[in-house]
């Protein structure tokens, strides 16, 4: 079974960081491009950050670029995002799930989400 585990979420205030983590199992997880997704109330869920398996090539979102670092320890089957520079519109819950690089930026079509972690950032 196909299982992510995302943890590292809190209330911070604006500027300040934070670093999720995201636990994978269940698949071959080396090879494969994992991708941080997220959620603000009322929005659609969007492509903050991915990172492929092979090379580490890594794609951001516009709005993150240069604040957020996404970044993973294959012998740990685990990939992290290092979000600094916090602002209030970065609240949202996070996610992880296997991606897809695309001309639109990191896209997925996973459908088993895990229960996420919450990013709170105060102005």
């Known amino acids: 079974e196909v299982q992510f585990v995302e943890s590292g979420g809190g209330l911070v205030q604006a500027g300040g960081s934070l670093r999720l983590s995201c636990a994978a199992s269940?698949?071959?997880?080396?090879?494969?491009?994992i991708g941080w997704f997220r959620q603000a109330p009322g929005k659609e869920r969007e492509g903050v950050s991915c990172?492929?398996?092979?090379?580490?090539?890594?794609l951001y979102a516009d709005s993150v670029k240069g604040r957020f670092t996404i970044s993973r320890n294959n012998a740990k089957n685990t990939v992290y995002l290092q979000m600094n520079s916090l602002k209030p519109g970065d609240t949202a819950v996070y996610y992880c799930?296997?991606?897809?690089?695309?001309?639109?930026?990191?896209?997925?079509?996973?459908?088993?989400w895990g229960q996420g972690a919450q990013v709170t950032v105060s102005s």
């Open positions: 799930a296997p991606a897809d690089f695309t001309a639109n930026g990191c896209q997925t079509d996973f459908g088993s």
């Open positions: 269940g698949f071959l997880f080396d090879d494969l491009t």
């Open positions: 990172i492929s398996g092979g090379d580490g090539t890594t």
